[in-house]
């Protein structure tokens, strides 16, 4: 119940509630008090009451998918139900491993290592500062906060922890950019701020050569489709092998004739440094070191006092601490990469403003 409370009064546009029904042996993932059996009778029960539509789970597709009704959100709102109503007890794994074991996804049980432990640790007081801090949308608190990092081991055995590790389970998210201006944190509005080029500048890292000066993404000719290029770049970072067709996605943003061997030769032509790393699936392994960067500045900004939102390549803050953040990014980036990467800030529109460009902090 309480977390189709939270999904109904959360900023997602799909508040559907996705969960497993399978039986299967008990790991970390699971609570004591929990049970399949448990959550098919209170499934039936909420369906029953009209609280909940109910798609069943598919084989290897979809699994069993709640979808709360109109009835139960006019419930809700009639009960004046909030966020801060919603509790959560302790506990609840916050380093979660998947793999493909027998060519599907799986969670993976794994035994616990200092590594495990210490990624643990991280997420706790990354946690605990979030849950303390004043951070609303709309002038409402966001209820429990339970951040996870979630790493993908692939298919290759033993599974380790050096590939994604990208932290999910915050509400803002899922908040588009032109509704961030909802947040506040200590009463402030929030200032958006993130590493210029990520995922090219930590190519050239891992390579140990210096990126060009000015936007990574900018590509002789096609100056002008950024955003097109932007996703050829990262379809060319998570695969093993050259692909002869554009991403579905970056097609439309490129000019009309293009083709994927035209864009691959002309990022490689602008990026000859990093380009033996194209089509060799490092993607996420990059993910990985974006995010253990961010963790390392979120850790660091706590022990200055400063509670910063995490995002995939960057954070936000309060805006009177966007200063301090955004040097923080810069010399944790300097001391974990041996390169200080640059920060921009991305500005949140406004009702009632125009977009404007990224501004160099």
Same mark, same amino acid.
């Given at each position: ?34 049970? *399949?059996?448990?959550?098919? #009778? ?71 290592? &200092? ?13 605990? +500062? ?26 290759? +055995? ?13 509400? #803002? ?46 590509? &002789? ?14 379809? %060319? ?17 490129? *000019? ?19 380009? &033996? ?10 993910? +990985? ?25 960057? %954070? ?32 949140? *529109? ?12």
């Amino acid at each position: 119940m309480a977390n189709l409370v939270m999904a109904v009064l959360g900023s997602a546009q799909n508040r559907d509630c996705v969960i497993s029904l399978r039986k299967l042996k008990r790991s970390r993932y699971d609570r004591e008090e929990v049970s *399949p059996n448990g959550l098919r #009778w209170a499934i039936d029960e909420l369906a029953a009451h009209g609280h909940v539509e109910v798609e069943g789970a598919i084989y290897k597709e979809q699994r069993t998918r709640l979808i709360p009704t109109i009835e139960f959100v006019s419930l809700l709102k009639r009960h004046e139900v909030k966020r801060q109503d919603v509790g959560r007890t302790s506990g609840g794994e916050t380093i979660v491993l998947l793999a493909e074991v027998d060519c599907e996804r799986a969670l993976v049980d794994y035994r616990d290592t &200092p590594e495990t432990i210490a990624l643990r640790g991280e997420m706790s007081a990354i946690n605990q +500062a979030l849950d303390k801090a004043d951070i609303r949308v709309d002038g409402e608190t966001l209820g429990p906060i339970h951040l996870t990092r979630r790493f993908d081991a692939g298919n290759s +055995a033993p599974f380790s922890f050096n590939r994604h590790g990208r932290l999910y389970g915050g509400l #803002w998210e899922s908040l588009p950019r032109v509704e961030r201006h909802r947040l506040t944190i200590g009463g402030e509005t929030v200032a958006d701020l993130d590493f210029s080029s990520m995922f090219l500048r930590l190519a050239y890292v891992r390579r140990g050569a210096t990126p060009p000066e000015g936007d990574l993404y900018a590509i &002789p000719g096609l100056e002008d489709h950024r955003e097109g290029v932007k996703r050829v770049i990262a379809s %060319l970072f998570f695969r093993e092998k050259i692909s002869r067709r554009l991403p579905h996605d970056a097609k439309p943003l490129l *000019p009309e004739g293009s083709t994927m061997a035209q864009v691959r030769n002309g990022i490689v032509v602008a990026h000859p440094a990093i380009a &033996p790393l194209l089509d060799t699936n490092v993607g996420f392994e990059l993910m +990985a070191t974006e995010s253990n960067l961010l963790v390392a500045i979120l850790l660091e900004l706590i022990s200055q006092g400063v509670v910063a939102l995490p995002m995939h390549d960057g %954070l936000m803050v309060a805006e009177s601490k966007k200063e301090i953040a955004a040097q923080t990014m810069g010399r944790v980036s300097l001391s974990k990469l041996g390169v200080s990467l640059p920060v921009a800030e991305k500005p949140i *529109p406004r009702p009632g403003q125009d977009g404007e460009n990224n501004l160099p902090l």
